[in-house]
């Protein structure tokens, strides 16, 4: 079993606490986090609610672009 990475996932820039999180974890695990952070967005909750991807259900949202973005890094880090 390979460790990726550690993806931070909920995360609300205007929260204090969300910044700190983000702030020791990146401390903590230098080099192990994505640099992707998947944010807080309402429409990557209701997502499931309906039986759909992020990505089919509102693929212009920023939760979808988040997770393209992930996509993205993975893509690059094993190319």
């Not at 993806?7 to 969300?18: A, C, E, F």
């Not at 192990?32 to 212009?60: C, H, M, W």
């Not at 920023?62 to 973005?69: F, R």
């Given at each position: 079993?390979?460790?990726?990475?550690?993806?931070?996932?909920?995360?609300?820039?205007r929260?204090?606490l969300?910044?700190?999180?983000?702030?020791?974890?990146?401390?903590?695990?230098e080099g192990?986090?994505?640099?992707?952070?998947?944010?807080?967005?309402?429409?990557?909750?209701?997502?499931?609610?309906?039986?759909?991807?992020?990505?089919?259900?509102d693929?212009?949202?920023?939760?979808s672009?988040?997770?393209?973005?992930?996509?993205?890094?993975?893509?690059?880090?094993?190319?």
């Amino acid at each position: 079993l390979d460790i990726e990475g550690l993806l931070l996932t909920m995360y609300d820039s205007r929260l204090r606490l969300s910044n700190q999180v983000v702030e020791e974890v990146n401390k903590h695990f230098e080099g192990l986090t994505f640099k992707t952070t998947i944010q807080r967005n309402v429409r990557l909750s209701e997502a499931p609610s309906y039986g759909e991807s992020i990505i089919n259900y509102d693929a212009s949202s920023k939760g979808s672009e988040n997770y393209l973005s992930l996509a993205n890094e993975l893509i690059q880090k094993n190319a």
